[in-house]
């Protein structure tokens, strides 16, 4: 069975930077496309950025481009999402997800395996 956790959210003031981790088991990592998602308050849970199997960076939400990058290394199992600039919209609960190699990456629904999510809220 594949877990996926989250870690690193927390309560910064604008500007600063967090580095969100998460580790995926139970099943062949580099198999694994990863995805980072945040969901604020009344708003509907949006894809930030997803990280492919090459670990070749497929996409960046327009609201984080140029502030947020993401990362994976393989031999750890886990992905990173360093989130620099960040701003009071930047507040959400942030979930990692894995996908199996099927279904296109920028569904929601496609990814298989959630982790339960970590808080980030940035103060102005």
């Known amino acids: 069975q594949v877990q996926v956790a989250e870690s690193g959210g927390g309560f910064v003031q604008a500007g600063e930077s967090l580095r969100l981790s998460c580790t995926a088991s139970g099943m062949t990592f580099d198999d694994l496309t990863m995805g980072w998602f945040r969901q604020a308050p009344g708003k509907e849970r949006e894809l930030v950025s997803c990280v492919s199997r090459s670990s070749g960076v497929t996409f960046y939400a327009d609201s984080v481009k140029g502030r947020f990058t993401s990362s994976r290394d393989n031999a750890k199992n886990t992905v990173y999402l360093q989130m620099n600039s960040l701003k009071p919209e930047d507040t959400a609960m942030y979930y990692c997800?894995?996908?199996?190699?099927?279904?296109?990456?920028?569904?929601?629904?496609?990814?298989?395996?959630w982790g339960q999510g970590t808080q980030v809220t940035v103060s102005s």
């Open positions: 997800a894995a996908k199996r190699p099927e279904g296109p990456w920028f569904r929601s629904d496609s990814y298989n395996y």
